[in-house]
């Protein structure tokens, strides 16, 4: 049928734009905030983009359930200022007539939201965890380049190492400041390297003199060794068995009721369920007066889209605190969008079937 395919064309035409525009948005950002957790030692430098890929996968859900309500609303916002739509309405066709094209074409979006919240969602996160984690496993002398200065996770050291060619794990003619409850220390030692427990990370220097200096009282030590071991870093890494709920499986979710995996679980079912809850109020918030040159819908309608993925991100804040159960949460927010949206939808199409209604006999009269 001409009028099908005229809507699904058009609006597969504006979904692929929004969607190659918003992804390029998204990966600039993602690859700016890898570089910056590359530089500050948080991820190595050959993961950046495999991180950035995970990354790109864990917003693929929102970034398709936005470029589809844009592309709804942009579409039959152009078709409303353009006069198609008086078109359509003067042909019997409401507004209502237009969910199914527009179902259909956003079927496979819809499908390819739920395979990714519900499969890869969990699946991305865990791997960026585990990147992560070997990255914070990794040697902090492997992490810095030859000759540049270095400061620890904490800030309360810096190190200066000139690495061994032969071991990364070795570094020499190490010189280590670290100030700590009102205590300057200047550490060098000819060599050192890495030792690493399960939780902790200890750098191991060899023939080598510390000196302290008190700025309280003044007082100064020095001290030479043989060999002196410090503290590097003692931050607890979660082990890969211990997952946190957003690299759950969900149906480890499902099995494992908790208010936190409830909530997670809420985020993922709601992501579902507000991307079709999207495409229907798109349909309503698309009218648009013709004789007016500004978009003001679509700004509206980016607005309506803020404020119902916060409300997402609130519910899922409160099922996972014991606030409210996920059933509550679910039912309440989707279902009173959803009735919101099919509310917008008919008014929209009682509206226009009225308006012809009126016009009709004095076009028939002429």
Known sequence: MLFDSSVRSELSRSFGVTFVVILTIVLTMMLIRSLGQAAGGNVAPQDVLLLMAYASLAHLPTMLTLSLFIAVVASLGRMYRESEMTIWFSSGIGLSRFAKPVLR???????????????????GNQNSAQLREQSQKRSDLSRVAPGQFQSSR???????????????RTGRNVFILSNKDKTEAVTTASNG???????????????GQRNEANALTGERTRAKFEQYK?????????????????????????????????????????????????????????????????NWNLLFALLSFVVYFNLIGLSQGWVSNGRVGMGTALLSLHGSVLVLALAVLWLRDQGNCIGWTKRKPAGARS
Do not use: Y
Not at 110 to 118: D, P, R, Y
Not at 154 to 168: K, P, T
């Open 193 to 207: 390297h890495i030792e690493l427990t399960e939780t902790e990370r200890f750098l191991v220097l060899n023939d």
């Open 154 to 168: 904490d800030g309360a050291s810096v190190f200066f190492i000139e690495r061994d060619a032969a071991d990364e």
């Open 230 to 294: 410090i503290l590097a870093d003692s931050q607890v890494l979660r082990s890969a068995d211990k997952l946190n709920p957003k690299a759950t499986p969900t149906l480890d979710l499902l099995r494992n009721p908790s208010p936190s995996n409830d909530g997670e679980l809420s985020w993922r079912i709601g992501m579902c369920l507000a991307s079709f809850n999207m495409v229907l109020l798109g349909l309503g918030l698309a009218a648009t007066n013709p004789r007016r040159p500004s």
């Open 105 to 123: 074409t956003s079927f496979p979006v819809l499908l390819v939201v739920l395979v990714l919240e519900l499969i890869v969602w969990p699946w």
